[in-house]
């Protein structure tokens, strides 16, 4: 199975900020990789797909980068809206996984 | 607009069995692989089973293999998950997800195991 290593796994920032979340791959998975954002009580939204494919309706101020083991999102000028938690996920094969998510507070 | 709406989730002791059921709308189901994915609140995400879009070809994570079955009606728009022998552990909330991607995601159904 590919582990799916997501760093920080928490993650206080400012309104106004920029955030860098990092996802390593235990294997190489090419570009199949994809991010979520996910609020209390809701299902994950998809932001990113490809691992730098921006989803449709999703704000150009996430932007996601990599390929093969090494990944990143980045999130520009924070707003209230974006604190939650965000994963990734290799869909490169099965077993699909996820990151273990890091969480996003307003500092 | 793309709708998943889950149905099916409850209560059921260890060992019992209950069907989780996703109605699907806004685009043309018989086209897309579908997935189940689940998450215990407040923790990670679980991939537990994929299915091709006729049918034909199904995965399982090793956690749900030969107890869960995931199937298809595309004449009903509608996916299910069959769950046999739950366990404590599956205790979760599960949701019906498009695409190998995971573009749509469904609300969510919540499946509470209990001795």
């Known amino acids: 199975d590919i582990q799916m290593t997501q760093s920080p796994s928490s993650l206080s920032a400012s309104v106004g900020d920029r955030v860098t979340i990092t996802c390593r791959a235990s294997?190489?998975?090419?570009?199949?990789l994809a991010w979520f954002q996910q609020k209390p009580g809701k299902a994950p939204k998809s932001l990113i797909y490809?691992?730098?494919s921006l989803q449709s309706g999703v704000p150009s101020k996430f932007s996601g980068s990599g390929s093969g083991t090494d990944f990143t999102l980045t999130i520009s000028s924070l707003q209230p809206e974006d604190f939650a938690t965000y994963f990734c996920?290799?869909?490169?094969?099965?077993?699909?996984?996820f990151g273990q998510g890091t969480r996003l507070e307003i500092k | 607009e793309v709708q998943l709406v889950e149905s099916g989730g409850g209560l059921v002791q260890t060992g019992g069995s209950l069907r989780l059921s996703c109605v699907v709308s806004?685009?043309?189901?018989?086209?897309?692989?579908m997935y189940w994915v689940r998450q215990v609140p407040g923790k990670g995400l679980e991939w537990v089973a994929s299915?091709?879009?006729?049918?034909?070809?199904?995965y399982y994570a090793d956690s749900v293999r030969g107890r869960f079955t995931i199937s298809r009606d595309n004449a009903k728009n509608s996916l299910y998950l069959q769950m046999n022998s739950l366990r404590a552990e599956d205790m979760a909330v599960y949701y019906c997800?498009?695409?190998?991607?995971?573009?749509?995601w469904g609300q969510g159904s919540l499946v509470t195991v209990s001795s």
């Open positions: 299915i091709k879009p006729d049918g034909s070809d199904k």
């Open positions: 997800v498009r695409k190998n991607y995971f573009d749509y």
């Open positions: 294997q190489g998975i090419s570009n199949y």
């Open positions: 996920q290799q869909y490169n094969s099965f077993p699909i996984t």
């Open positions: 806004g685009f043309t189901f018989s086209s897309y692989w």
């Open positions: 490809a691992a730098s």
